[in-house]
């Protein structure tokens, strides 16, 4: 059974840092390309960051320069740094394992002062 536990979230003041984790279990980890995806109330969930399975990242033009995703392939974990963080930063914070179904259950972020 696959399983993708993100951890790290919480409130956290405009400029601001935090880091999150996106342990994965049941899966061969290290060959797939793993996203973070994010989502605030009522707006559509939207595509962050992606790392493949060599380390090669790509993001969203909105994190650019204030995120950085990377990863452990011998922890099974991928991480997602956050910096410089912002109230429209806010949302709800998923990991995704690209081109299958399996999702994280989410951990919130939240930047206000």
């Known amino acids: 059974q696959v399983q993708l536990v993100e951890s790290g979230g919480g409130l956290v003041q405009p400029g601001g840092s935090l880091r999150l984790s996106c342990a994965a279990s049941g899966i061969i980890f290290s060959i797939n390309v793993i996203e973070w995806y994010r989502q605030a109330p009522g707006k559509q969930r939207e595509l962050v960051a992606d790392i493949s399975a060599w380390g090669t990242a790509n993001y969203a033009d909105s994190v650019k320069d204030r995120f950085a995703i990377s990863r452990d392939n011998a922890k099974n974990t991928v991480y997602l740094q956050m910096n410089s963080l912002d109230p429209e930063d806010t949302a709800v914070y998923y990991c995704?394992?690209?081109?299958?179904?399996?999702w994280g259950q989410g951990t919130q972020v939240t930047v206000s002062s």
């Open positions: 995704h394992v690209k081109r299958t179904n399996y």
